[in-house]
């Protein structure tokens, strides 16, 4: 949730801006941030903030890859799906990913630590296969390394 | 110097955009409609996101400064008042590093209001973006920084005249900008004489992924020659493994084969053999890559990040990626291929923006370049490299 | 004039005309899919190419994004150009269901026309198709999403041209979603053009699911009775039933495009109480028994009593034919008791408004777009003529100036500087903007727009003054489809009040309503009462269950708009034929036996007429006037009934005039200024005491005469209510939400209380909601006091 005095401030930066649209990316970062997702009510808080329609919001929370619409755990593992890794045996670190959290692709754990995505190449090539948990990056994924990372994150 | 004698210096050092298609840098500044009373904007695109390329990632993380010192010079050659970095939302350290530069920059007084008594004054400010390819096209990433969709727009009207808020705007690579302080302070003609071959200019990032030993980044003269890249700085392919072919420049450049091997990776001599340099970030396939499945996963990332403007984007690269699944998965019938290619060959010049064309272009090498391989799956009716079963989904989960 | 060659043949087109336009001005017909006429190119689809072969662009181009040129030569079955053709529309096609059959689109789907015509046939695709998961619109719009293929239209036509916001674009790539952020009613009064637009069957007409193919409709071009505009539609109708209304294009009045009270009004027509027998006295009778009837009492009371007994009141929304019936009929009768208007008050400003309008001060619907600086004058836009909301937009998006003078909280779908003054003070702020340097440059491209329901005389003059002055344009809105042509009928002659104290007194005993409803229209109910109830006989002829209608001795069901030929004049003078689209009667979905449900069924029972059949006014006036032995020559066919009427001069335009022609103009030249303005309180004294001062006023939904009657766009017609001032409300006492009383010293309801802090202060709105009589208080002061909710 987004505090009164956070909303105010928010307010405020807003209308300060020559084009107060250019703040949506950045006030869906927070609300998501403060909601976990950006459930509707989040986006509502948004498009209240930035004095837009609430349709405008959803048009770019759905547009990107990063805002989610849908709950998510509270840490998001973002698996390198792109070339540079898949030639390292990215499938290979998905199935084992999938098999550790019990998971599919798309899945929350029950526990709601993690939500497993794919993600398009995250510059990380030198270090691939690679992926994120929440916005810290592992490369050179192996099992053993994905097990110390799962546990080192979920806590 | 005046503005006009930067652009001149920019012109004479022929730096070429290192976004990945090698517009000359001068030029782009020079159609810059500086006539038409402000704002106007410079906007520097750090929304790195072609698979296989990690250069502006290196360069925001470990030496940002470069990156503000090159977009201040940017926004006086192109009169900008207002200069925009817009990165991609991982990465999360370049973003920091660039404010905290920023920050310096500041109070150092090389930002704000008439700097260091010049009288040009440059507001910048970073925007961390939410994630899609497609906001690397300099329009969509104008409309992306409105905070509209990020779909190409129409052109024209041109960026140079009518851009970011409809005001005159320039967009150039975060690395582009990088190399403006050096050409500056050595002179156009010195840092064009850093390339490695008469007539390249200056220096470029290249990088190499894939089974090599030594995966990496490297700052080398303008047309290294790719087995040098390859060889010499990435060490060479890992024990047990050899080079069967790479993308020169990121997921929409065609692949090479070994026998060009020795191509020098600058824009017009990776072209003539067929490819493009785009990046500069190698991707190196080994002898364990299924070509159709490298193609497979090549393709899925432009189905998932089209953003579904038009049509031979939208709906024909998923055609384009099924097909190929077929082979994959050894259900293709051979008459499939022609199909394969009139999909290619009919989206590559019908797309909206050069989205598509990216898209298709490896698969179309690898029609020209690999075709055996590909009936091979056909005649077998299953991979002969991969005997990992490919569910036949549409698509894959998307985040 | 760019001059270019395509396929061989050369052709001049505009600047600006893109190569898409130019060829089909020879004929050619390329599929597009994003590109439509209103909405412009913005190369999405992919689907218009064409290969360029000589000239300054070259190569197989998308011909909706290039403007034609001197000098280019284009081919439109180049081998390229074909195939890039027919590879979109099997793209398009991958994911497209095969559901038409089940497709209320299928028949007049662009997408299947297209289809066969960009030459794709054998499916290859072998993947899966993508599906959705489809969201509840509302019961204008029915969304099947799985159809869609992206062509941005929907947005492009609800967000961008129309102003709508609670819809738009989702997700990216072949997930690409058009929808709201929540299920729920688009709350666009222009949403049903989404069923127009979409050039497949992701939007339809919910109203008409289900119900009819294209090619089974009987159809004709035709003009909506439900505001005083006259855009152009295309109603459909199958088996006597009507089902469907189309926007039709009228590039000088509406363009493309139509508002939801005039495309789902139409149901009124179709209605199960929608009356259809003739009845004497309460007994069903056949049309010659009613026409005898009616005949003997008229010739009963005239010879009694005089000419002078009997009056009639004809209406704004018949036809100018039926009008001029009944005009003739009076003459006949040799009485002088004839009206055209139920609602004397609203009808002698628009008596005022037409006649000063004239051919060079005039302004179309369409003209509105064009205008630089608009001023509207005691009119809301959206709720009195929805599609001038619209033209107003597209000037807006132009860049118009457009400033609102006007006391309720006007909202429209644009920037806009909005004057919340009363009406008494219109002319002054009239003449303070006229005098400022607000309007700086008047002239050809600026407009006056005037209302004629809240404004009073004195601002019809002022505007007409102005618009002189400044030498701009004027537009009227008028209260019905043919109020001009009822009004110009009128002329300098009585009133229906006037008719209402004869009835009073006891000289007239015989009053004919031709689609006119005293009971529902007249301010005062209980003076219309009395003098109803004092006839000795009430005659009404109507398609409409009215009050009237249910008061009347003798009721003969009179054919609606299309179902009868017509002509009608809208609010500018511009005179508009409305052929026959179908024979009116019982649809036949509704007959049979009961036991045998006849949607399950057709009927089995036969007959040699058309059941319930309804015939056009004049017919019945003509025959009443034949009973009496009158000379009737000149009501024996529409055609003599046209031919008296264009033999005055006023009319003579109207002879040939072409259903879907732009129509005529037709100016009423200078009238006798109507009497003084005066409210239409009994004994014509203007209430003067403390309180708000209440205002009646029209709603996009809910108010309108004739699609009160029809059940879907009712749906959409708020619960009774009374707005005030949000800072009223405070000295008031009152919140927003508190179910009040509203009274004068005649008469009392009560209602929600709704407040606004953009609407005037010392006023109050009522809605003339259907059973909410807010005419009742129309320009009393009023008290407004809580009650226990």
Known sequence: MLSDGRIKELREYVASLEHPEEALVDLMHEAQEAYGYLSDEAAEKVAEIADVPVIKVDELATFYNLIFRRPVGRKVIFVCDSISCWVVGMENIFDYLKKRLGIDIGGTTPDGAFTLLPICCIGACHVAPAMMVGDKLYGNLTPESIDEILEKERN | ???????????????????????????????????????????????????????????????????????????????????????????????????????????????GKDILGSGFSMEISVHRSAGRYECGEETALMNALEGRRANPRSKPPYPASKGFWMRPTT???????????????????QWKSLAAYEGGAGTKLYGVSGRVKNPGLFELPTGTPLNEIIETHGGGMRDGHSFKACLPGGASTPIITPDNM????????????????????????????????????????????????????????????????????????????????????????????????GAVDPVRSMMRLFREEVEEHIRLRKCPMNPRPLPLSHERARG | MPKLTIDGLEVEVPEGTNVLEAAKKLGIIIPHFCYHEALGAVGACRLCAMKFVDGPVKGVQMSCMVKAQDGMVVETADPDAMRARR????????????????????????????????????????????TYLSQYLGEFIEQEMNRCIQCYRCHRFYRDYAGGIDFGTKKIANQTFFGRFKEGWLESEFAGNLADVCPTGVFTDKTYHFKARQWELETAPSV?????????????????????????ENLKVNGWFICDRGRFGYRFASSENRPRKFTVNGQEKSRSEAMDAAAKIISETVARYGPGSVALVGSPRTSLENNFALGKLADMLRTKNICFSAEPFRESKERRAISLLNAANSRSLRDVEFSDFILVVGADPVNEAPMLALMLRQAALKGARIIVID??????????????????????????????????????????????????????????????????????????????????????????????????????????????????????REMAARAIENLDSLIVMDYLPTETAGAASMFFPTAAYAEMDGVFINNEGRAQALPRAYIPGIPVNRMGPRQNPPELHPPREFFSEVPGRSFPAWEYLRDIACGMGMECRELESLERVRASLTDDGQFAQIAGLHAESEGVSITAGPMDRPQAQRPPSVGGKLDTGEGLLLYAVELTFGTEEISIHSDKTQL?????????????????????????????????????????????????FAPRLKDFRAEMLNRKRVTITGERG
């Open chain 2, 262 to 357: 020795d191509v020098r990776m600058d824009f017009d001599t990776v072209s003539k053999i067929g490819s493009r340099m785009g990046t500069g970030c190698v991707t190196v396939f080994d002898d364990t890559c299924c070509i159709v499945r490298a193609m497979i996963n090549n393709i899925m990332f432009f189905v998932r990040e089209s953003c579904g403007w038009c049509t031979p984007c939208r709906d024909g690269l998923p055609f384009v990626y099924n097909i190929l699944q077929r082979i994959e998965a050894g259900v293709a019938e051979m008459d499939e291929l022609a199909v394969l290619e009139e999909n290619c060959e009919t989206i590559y010049p019908n797309s909206f923006c050069a989205f598509a064309p």
């Open chain 2, 1 to 111: 110097m005046t503005p006009d004698d930067v652009i001149k210096t920019v012109i004479d050092s022929g730096l070429r955009g290192r976004g990945g298609a090698g517009f000359p840098t001068g030029k782009k500044w020079s159609l810059t409609d500086r006539k038409t009373p402000g704002p106007r904007y410079f906007l520097v695109n750090a929304d790195e996101m072609e698979p296989g390329t990690f250069k502006d990632r290196f360069l925001m993380e470990r030496d940002p400064h470069q990156v503000i010192e090159g977009l201040l010079i940017s926004g006086y050659a192109t009169e900008a008042g207002k200069g925009y970095i817009f990165i991609r939302y991982e990465y999360s350290e370049a973003a920091q590093a660039l404010e905290r530069a920023i920050g310096e920059a500041k109070s150092a007084g090389f930002i």
């Open chain 2, 171 to 189: 967009v150039n690579n975060a690395e582009t900008v990088a190399n403006i302080p050096h050409i500056i302070k050595m002179g156009a003609s």
């Open chain 3, 716 to 764: 959409r017609a708020p619960k009774p209510y009374v707005l005030i001032n949000a800072g009223d409300a405070v000295s008031l006492g009152l919140k927003d939400g508190q179910t009040v009383r509203v009274s004068s010293g005649e008469a009392a309801f009560s209602c929600v209380l709704k407040t606004s802090a953009s609407c005037a202060r010392g006023a109050a």
């Open chain 3, 87 to 130: 590879m979109v529309i099997e793209w398009l096609m991958t994911n497209h269901p095969h559901d038409c059959p089940v497709c209320d689109e299928g028949g007049m789907c662009l997408l299947q026309d297209y289809t066969i015509a960009g030459g794709h046939g054998r499916r290859r695709y072998k993947g899966k198709k993508r």
């Open chain 3, 224 to 248: 909506c009775p439900h505001c005083s505009l006259g855009c152009a539609i295309t109603p459909g109708a199958k088996l006597r039933e009507l089902l469907v209304l189309k926007a039709r």
């Open chain 3, 407 to 524: 006391p309720r909280p006007v909202i429209l779908p644009f920037n806009f500087t909005h004057i919340p003054a009363l009406p008494d003070e219109f002319a002054g702020k009239l003449a303070e903007l006229a005098g400022s340097s607000t309007v700086p440059t008047p002239g050809g491209r600026a407009m006056i727009i005037c209302g004629t329901d809240v404004s009073g005389m004195d601002a019809i003059d002022a505007c007409f003054d102005a618009a002189n002055r400044l030498g701009c344009g004027l537009f009227y809105i008028l209260s019905s489809a043919n109020s001009f042509g009822a009004a110009l009928l009128a002329s300098n002659g009585p009133d229906f009040e006037a008719a209402l104290s004869g009835m009073e007194s006891g000289d007239i005993r015989v009053l004919i309503a031709l689609e006119s409803d005293p009971l529902g229209l007249f301010s005062d």
